[in-house]
């Protein structure tokens, strides 16, 4: 069965430019679709148009007959007064009224009403309510809370005081409580931690009906879809598989492509050799040749349809580094923070040195963006004491970008605040970040999220720095962007903090992970790979006390055995030596083949464990065989 049907589709905002011109494509019942495309190309409109909220100006758009749809990124507007427990439990509509007529019809049975059609009435009400799962409101309530970091605190808030980032996490719960055919979600994981993206990631898996997704985060893409449809230049394009399939099969088509375009290139540029020869030929006097000529060219023509294959342009910049000497970077002495009665953490002592790169982790609203903005200095210290090396050099991205004067154009803002430049090199600087043209001449308001981040990251890039702090760098940023961001970070030779919840840039870049986790932060000195491995295995029970067995006392069987010559014994103890130094190499292979395998299932909790095990077991096999292989040196030099 059909879902979804989108036929021809034509959508345009003015006169000169389609944002989606003439797409066409299906959905089937219970398919999951990852929706990409650049920033602009038209994803978020076509869901506005699926849920009816946009007209289209041609083309046809069929939603399966009874088939509710929901759409993560429309926040609805609830009554004065709702707390997000009032918004949550909004989802049950129909029970709430069919529980509104039992309660009515039960106090009418109560006063003595025993006639027929009541008691049927009450029956059927009854039924509809059980199957409608009526009695386990709370339980998913609790459930759907609990997964997306809802606590009790945030139930009890009004909807209206929260941030928009809560408001999207809470009316994501709402919308999974319902009963939905087909989940639009629209950037779904921006707003969620890592904990809230798995259970999320375990919910569509476990979800009955179709789900069409917007998300430029490669792990979610490749744990959650099984078909990609990518949106370009108004059209639609189809890679049966996930993002991995999708960026391997994308890379394939355009190689092919360009193939088959430089075979037709030289098959053109030899007609046209042909056909330059046959004109000097005819001139020479064998006129019948022109018009053999002119036809040959007149296919060049024809094969001239077929355009170059292109790839989307990669901005070109680095950041600047600034030469660092030293090993201290960033000390923290005791730094503690509160707001009124709430403490955010508490006591922390912590040292950065040079060339770390270090994941910050922790829940929403633990107090992680509060910490990086008291080290770049833009938040009041609590207590304690922040001090970097009289070396460093900061720059700082925060999540929230702000400029002081918005109504400037990208271009006077990157005059005003880089006053040694001039207007062409600003130009110039803009452009290698994508703002080209007319765009330099838009006003900072109009901006994206996206694009203030690309504009904030143009002024950074330009200043030579030792320590670069990031919060959530990828939030907003298509794939491409996504892309560039991370090589301009793999590039960066200094020291590296970031708050981030994309887990393909935590794996990619760190180093070390702080965890901030009740009013503590919890030092890893490891990968994210490993860090995920020591938190599964945190969290499996204790192992119980293994029972002594009772030492064997008795004599050794045989009595004593002759002692062997001392050369005899000396070859023995050699070719054991070969055997154990042979073994330890494997040992040594095998650590680090594990150490790959684990950075590649960074994301699958079941494999890690399983990894992190067999690595537990080879590293201490590999120290048996190091203590064995001194013993038998020491026996080589006696």
Not at 59 to 73: D, F, K, T, Y
Not at 122 to 128: I, K, M, N, S
Not at 377 to 383: I, K, L, R
Not at 423 to 428: E, I, K, M, S, V
């Given at each position: 069965?059909?879902d979804?049907s989108?036929t021809?589709?034509?959508?345009?905002f003015?006169?000169e430019?389609k944002?989606?011109?003439?797409?066409?494509?299906?959905?089937?019942?219970?398919?999951?679709?990852?929706l990409l495309g650049?920033?602009?190309?038209?994803?978020?409109?076509?869901?506005?148009?699926l849920?009816?909220?946009?007209?289209?100006?041609s083309?046809?758009?069929?939603?399966?007959?009874?088939?509710?749809?929901?759409?993560?990124?429309q926040?609805?507007?609830?009554?004065a007064?709702y707390?997000?427990e009032?918004?949550?439990?909004s989802a049950?509509q129909?029970?709430t009224?069919?529980?509104e007529?039992?309660?009515?019809l039960t106090?009418r049975?109560?006063?003595?009403?025993?006639?027929t059609?009541?008691l049927?009435r009450?029956?059927?009400?009854?039924?509809?309510f059980e199957?409608?799962?009526g009695?386990d409101t709370?339980t998913a309530?609790n459930?759907?809370s609990n997964?997306l970091s809802?606590?009790?605190?945030?139930?009890r808030?009004?909807?209206?005081?929260l941030?928009?980032g809560e408001?999207?996490?809470?009316n994501l719960?709402r919308?999974?409580?319902e009963?939905t055919?087909?989940?639009?979600?629209?950037?779904p994981?921006?707003?969620l931690?890592?904990?809230?993206?798995e259970?999320?990631?375990e919910?569509i898996r476990?979800?009955?009906?179709t789900v069409?997704t917007?998300?430029?985060?490669r792990?979610?893409?490749?744990?959650?879809v099984?078909?990609?449809?990518?949106i370009?230049?108004g059209k639609?394009e189809f890679y049966?598989?996930?993002?991995s399939f999708?960026a391997?099969?994308?890379e394939?088509?355009?190689q092919?492509?360009?193939?088959?375009?430089l075979?037709?290139?030289?098959k053109?540029?030899q007609l046209?050799?042909?056909a330059e020869?046959?004109?000097?030929?005819a001139?020479m006097?064998?006129?019948?040749?022109?018009?053999?000529?002119f036809?040959m060219?007149?296919?060049?023509?024809r094969?001239?349809?077929?355009?170059?294959p292109?790839?989307?342009?990669k901005?070109?910049a680095?950041?600047?580094?600034r030469?660092?000497?030293?090993?201290?970077v960033?000390q923290?002495?005791?730094?503690?923070?509160?707001?009124?009665d709430?403490?955010?953490?508490?006591?922390v002592y912590?040292?950065v040195?040079?060339g770390e790169r270090?994941?910050f982790?922790g829940?929403?609203g633990t107090?992680?963006t509060?910490?990086?903005n008291m080290i770049a200095?833009?938040?009041?210290?609590?207590?304690g004491?922040?001090?970097?090396?009289p070396?460093i050099?900061?720059?700082?991205?925060p999540?929230?970008?702000?400029f002081?004067?918005?109504?400037r154009?990208?271009?006077?803002t990157?005059?005003?605040e880089k006053?040694?430049i001039t207007?062409?090199?600003?130009?110039?600087r803009?452009?290698?970040y994508?703002?080209q043209?007319?765009?330099?001449?838009k006003?900072?308001?109009v901006?994206?999220?996206?694009e203030?981040?690309r504009?904030r990251?143009c002024?950074?890039m330009?200043?030579e720095?030792?320590?670069l702090?990031?919060?959530?760098?990828?939030?907003?940023?298509?794939?491409?962007s996504r892309?560039?961001?991370e090589?301009?970070v793999e590039a960066?030779?200094?020291?590296?903090l970031?708050?981030?919840?994309?887990?393909y840039?935590?794996n990619?870049?760190?180093?070390?992970?702080?965890?901030?986790?009740?009013?503590?932060?919890n030092?890893?000195?490891?990968?994210?790979a490993?860090y995920?491995?020591?938190?599964?295995e945190?969290?499996?029970?204790a192992p119980a006390?293994?029972q002594k067995?009772k030492?064997?006392t008795?004599p050794?069987?045989g009595?004593?055995?002759?002692?062997?010559?001392?050369?005899?014994?000396?070859?023995?103890?050699r070719?054991?030596l070969?055997i154990?130094?042979?073994g330890i190499?494997?040992?040594?292979?095998r650590?680090?083949q594990?150490?790959?395998?684990?950075e590649?299932?960074?994301?699958?909790?079941?494999k890690?464990?399983e990894l992190?095990?067999?690595k537990?077991d080879?590293?201490a096999?590999?120290?048996q065989?190091?203590?064995?292989?001194?013993e038998?040196?020491?026996q080589?030099?006696?």
């Open positions: 069965m059909i979804i989108v021809d589709l034509v959508k345009s003015d006169l430019k944002i989606l011109d003439g797409i066409s494509f299906q959905v089937d019942t219970g398919e999951r679709v990852g650049k920033n602009g190309a038209g994803k978020t409109t076509l869901f506005n148009i849920t009816g909220d946009l007209d289209y100006d083309g046809e758009v069929l939603i399966a007959p009874g088939r509710r749809v929901g759409l993560i990124s926040i609805p507007v609830y009554p007064g707390t997000v009032d918004v949550l439990r049950f129909r029970t009224a069919l529980k007529e039992m309660d009515a106090r049975m109560e006063q003595g009403d025993s006639d059609h009541t049927r009450y029956g059927e009400l009854t039924a509809r199957g409608l799962g009695y709370d309530v459930k759907v997964g809802i606590d009790g605190d945030m139930r808030r009004l909807f209206d005081q941030s928009g408001k999207t996490r809470v719960g919308l999974i409580l009963d055919d087909i989940l639009l979600l629209d950037e994981t921006n707003h931690d890592l904990q809230a993206t259970w999320l990631e919910y476990s979800f009955r009906g069409v917007i998300s430029h985060d792990y979610f893409l490749d744990r959650t099984t078909r990609i449809i990518e370009l230049d639609a049966s598989g996930n993002y999708y391997i099969e994308k394939r088509r355009y092919e492509r360009m193939k088959q375009y075979k037709e290139q030289a053109i540029q046209e050799k042909a020869q046959m004109h000097l030929w001139f006097g064998n006129d019948a040749l022109h018009k053999r000529a036809s060219e007149k296919r060049i023509q094969m001239r349809t077929v355009s170059k292109t790839k989307a342009k901005m070109d680095r950041f600047a580094s030469e660092f000497r030293g090993d201290e960033l923290l002495k005791g730094v503690s923070k509160s707001f009124g709430r403490t955010l953490f508490s006591d912590l040292r040195e040079g270090i994941a982790l829940e929403n107090g992680k509060t910490l990086l200095g833009t938040e009041p210290a609590g207590s004491i922040i001090r970097m090396g070396a050099r900061a720059a700082y991205l999540q929230i970008i702000h002081d004067h918005p109504e154009s990208l271009l006077d990157m005059l005003y006053r040694n207007p062409q090199t600003a130009r110039n803009l452009a290698a994508q703002f043209g007319e765009d330099v001449f006003s900072v308001s901006l994206s999220g996206g203030l981040s504009l990251l002024m950074l330009d200043e720095i030792n320590f702090i990031l919060d959530e760098p990828t939030n907003h940023l298509d794939i491409a892309e560039w961001i090589e301009a960066f030779d200094g020291t590296l970031f708050v981030s919840h994309d887990r840039f935590i990619r870049f760190a180093t070390r992970v702080w965890e901030l986790s009740d009013g503590t932060i030092d890893y000195p490891m990968g994210f490993q995920r491995a020591a938190k599964a945190e969290k499996k029970p006390p293994a067995k030492q064997d008795r050794p069987r009595g004593r055995e002759k002692q062997a010559r001392g050369n005899k014994n000396q070859q023995a103890a070719r054991q070969t154990c130094e042979t190499s494997k040992l040594e292979d650590c680090r594990l150490d790959r395998e684990m590649q299932y960074a994301c699958d909790a079941e890690l464990q992190y095990r067999e537990q080879v590293e096999q590999l120290e065989e190091m203590a064995r292989w001194e038998l040196s020491l080589l030099e006696e």
